[in-house]
């Protein structure tokens, strides 16, 4: 196929993206030599790629990284996750970026650099689109002089940064869209570890094993907002409501405000909580428009507590998925059960188990007679290596029940899993 | 105001001559994804049959069909389809058409199918002839020698 235009071919190279495949596909004829020289724009050097990288010293990746990326010209995305390299060294890591500098669009790089690069500093601003950084140190942010007009979405995991320099980057950044801070090391100046950040652009936020005495997140326009595995004392959200999408998985806070405006909330997703019931329902009664509902390994903070269905059904009618996962104890089950109002929308319904028991069975039916017009029902229940009798004989029970149930609602798929 | 105006550029119908003389009656909508068809419509607007001499009635057919119905499932079974010839024909009428978002869907189902091959087997895919001399070569796999070491036979 002669006839491929030679950007055509860098298109295909960049698409073939692994470094080692592109030098490879390179060697075939001066065309294609051509085009990985003039017309490639993305190349990665990553050890999921390629094992062999695993083999080599630091030495020999530098040196081979330096070389294949300096055949290069016009490159807009470098990627280089190594991840079983220790460090590169300073000068190899400031040449890749010194090189990109004018046309690179986005940077993914996840070793430790020794001594410690100031990356923001040395990598081109003007077009960068994407930042994803882990394992390095950000310090001395000066948001007059380095401004990153183009920059949608950052990434941050085991980086060290400053609360104030944290701040000072996400302000530096007038067109960010999404945030992602994984593990960071905070560094504070004073005794309580706070964190603030404002960005009217901001659409996204995730926030990852964080642990903060205060978080205020200041985003007018966000609409999805995701933290897992942080232990917070204050987390709040200033903005105008446009939050769609919320979820908190294994987080401990005991004040959380995500504002007064939830009517534009579509998905609440909370796991691994302890829920306070009265204040969770009155964050979250008013957003009828909800669609998606979910509620696993949740526990409530007054055990006479329970998620009832009449709440549910009257509070979100356009709810089309509901997931919930729960003790479900005796007293509770009926409470949990009573009224009649039907879950009009519900088409997928998924309910688990951490001890199975014939309460979960009947807790079962009780939902589906309430969800008429139910396509798909997921089970997910937990079973213990080590099975006793007891175990084994309550497991049939539940195989019994669910096929007798299922036998009565023929509209409704079942699928089962466990783990 | 703006929904007449789609409705009446949506149901004008275009007509599109392949290189071996295949008719294609468009949408306007349609056609106007291939830019250089937009191209030629912004100069001629009169234009009802527009000559598209380098790509043969099989393909545009194809391509057509993509426009219609591209999306992200679509898009991933589309590659699944066509053997290295036709998805190389493909990306040269995608080329010529200047149609971004096919030639994106087949440049990736093409690098998928070279992925983890040696420089021989490439070749042999994309029918390149070898133009470099020994010595050239030769030096290439020196330079290179990292990204040669236990290349799979294929």
Redesign the interface.
């Known amino acids: ?5 030679v950007e ?1 071919i860098g ?11 592109v ?3 390179s ?7 051509i085009a990985c020289c003039k017309h490639l724009h993305t190349i990665s050097f990553s050890s999921n790629d390629w094992s ?1 990288y695993r083999d ?1 010293t630091t030495t ?1 990746l530098e040196i ?1 990284i330096t ?2 990326i300096f055949q290069t010209s016009g490159l807009q995305s470098l990627s280089i996750l190594m991840e079983d390299v220790d460090e590169f060294s300073a000068s190899a890591v400031i040449a890749w970026l010194m090189y990109t500098r004018e046309t690179l669009r986005q940077l993914f790089y996840n070793v430790k650099t020794m001594p410690n690069v100031n990356i923001l500093e040395i990598c081109g601003r003007h077009k960068l689109e994407i930042l994803d950084l882990a394992h390095n140190s950000i310090v001395g942010v000066e948001p007059n002089y380095q401004r990153f007009p183009c920059l949608k979405s950052l990434s941050l995991s085991y980086v060290s940064i400053s609360a104030l320099d944290l701040n000072l980057l996400v302000s530096a950044c007038p067109r960010i869209e999404v945030l992602e801070l994984v593990n960071p090391e905070i560094a504070m100046s004073d005794a309580q570890v706070s964190v603030e950040l404002s960005s009217s652009t901001l659409k996204s936020v995730y926030v990852e094993a964080i642990s903060l005495d205060k978080f205020i997140l200041e985003a007018d326009g966000i609409e999805c907002l995701h933290l897992k595995d942080c232990a917070l004392e204050d987390f709040e959200l200033i903005g105008k409501g446009t939050l769609k999408n919320f979820r908190i998985d294994d987080v401990s806070v005991i004040h959380l405000d995500i504002g007064e405006i939830v009517e534009n909330l579509e998905t609440v997703d909370i796991s691994n909580f302890t829920i306070i019931w009265p204040k969770f329902y009155q964050m979250i009664s008013r957003s009828s428009n909800l669609k998606r509902l979910r509620l696993w390994d949740v526990m409530f903070d007054d055990e006479d507590e329970v998620v009832d269905l009449e709440t549910i059904a009257t509070c979100f009618p356009h709810l089309t998925h509901l997931s919930l996962s729960y003790d479900v104890r005796d007293g509770v089950l009926h409470y949990s059960l009573q009224g009649s109002s039907y879950l009009e929308n519900v088409v997928v319904l998924e309910l688990g188990w951490n001890v199975i028991n014939d309460l979960f069975s009947q807790w079962v039916e009780g939902l589906l007679k309430r969800c008429p017009i139910l396509k798909k029902l997921v089970i997910y229940g937990v079973v213990s290596e080590a099975k006793s009798d007891e175990e084994c004989k309550m497991l049939a029970n539940f195989t019994t029940s669910m096929v007798e149930l299922m036998r009565r609602y023929t509209d409704v798929d079942p699928h089962f899993k466990f783990e | 105001m703006a929904e007449e105006k789609s409705q009446a550029s949506s149901s004008k119908m275009l007509t599109l001559k392949a290189s071996d003389g295949v008719l294609f009656e468009v949408e306007l909508n349609i056609a106007k994804e291939m830019k250089t068809v937009q191209a030629y419509i912004d100069d001629c607007e009169d234009i009802e049959t527009i000559p598209i001499p380098n790509v043969l009635g099989k393909h545009l057919a194809i391509v057509i069909e993509y426009i219609k119905k591209t999306n992200e499932e679509y898009d991933a079974e589309f590659e699944k389809q066509w053997n290295m010839d036709d998805l ?1 024909l493909l ?2 009428a995608a ?1 010529y058409l200047n149609i971004s978002g096919l ?2 869907c087949l ?2 189902a ?3 199918r ?6 021989e087997y ?2 042999k895919v ?7 001399s020994p010595e050239e ?1 030769a030096k ?2 020196k ?2 020698k ?6 799979d036979k294929d």
């Open positions: 196929m002669e006839n491929l235009p055509v298109n295909i190279l960049s698409h073939l993206k692994a470094a080692r495949d030098v490879i596909a060697a075939t004829c001066k065309k294609w030599r062999v080599m020999r081979l070389q294949t | 190389q990306l040269l080329n030639q994106e440049c990736k093409i690098a998928k070279i992925e983890n091959k040696s420089p490439v070749r994309f029918n390149i002839e070898n133009d470099h070569e290439l796999r330079e290179y990292w990204a040669f070491e236990g290349v």
